[in-house]
């Protein structure tokens, strides 16, 4: 299993027209196979501010979902414009061994 949280800083006032691509992804990615979590949060306190959750079966499943041509038309050629700053980490589950 692999997680990816992403931060979204937007150009200022581009909040609202990054959700709606957003809100578009949303629905496009809930039908990927391997895709567990795909959760969308916007800052209360600063509109133009997103933090992403994902949660994918493995590797493999983040990379096809990097692949789709809705995540290049979607994110790459119309949210990541209109970002000021894009922050990405990978994480991996702790578990207990025992």
């Keep these: 299993m692999i997680v990816l949280t ?3 800083h937007c150009k200022a006032g581009m909040g609202d027209t990054v959700e709606q691509a957003l809100r578009e992804m949303i629905l496009l990615v ?3 196979k391997g895709c567990i979590h ?3 949060n916007r800052s209360k306190d600063d509109p133009d ?3 992403l959750f994902e949660q994918y079966q493995d590797e493999q499943a983040l990379a096809s979902h990097s692949e789709t041509p809705y995540f290049k038309r ?3 050629d119309t949210i990541v414009p ?4 894009r922050e990405r980490t990978f994480y991996s589950p702790v578990t207990n061994l025992s």
Excluded at 82 to 85: P, Q, S, V
Aim: charged residues 30%; glycine residues 0%.
């Design 49 to 51: 501010a997103f933090l």
């Design 82 to 85: 209109l970002l000021e700053k």
């Design 74 to 76: 979607i994110v790459l």
């Design 30 to 32: 809930k039908e990927e």
């Design 6 to 8: 992403a931060k979204y």
């Design 38 to 40: 795909y959760l969308v």
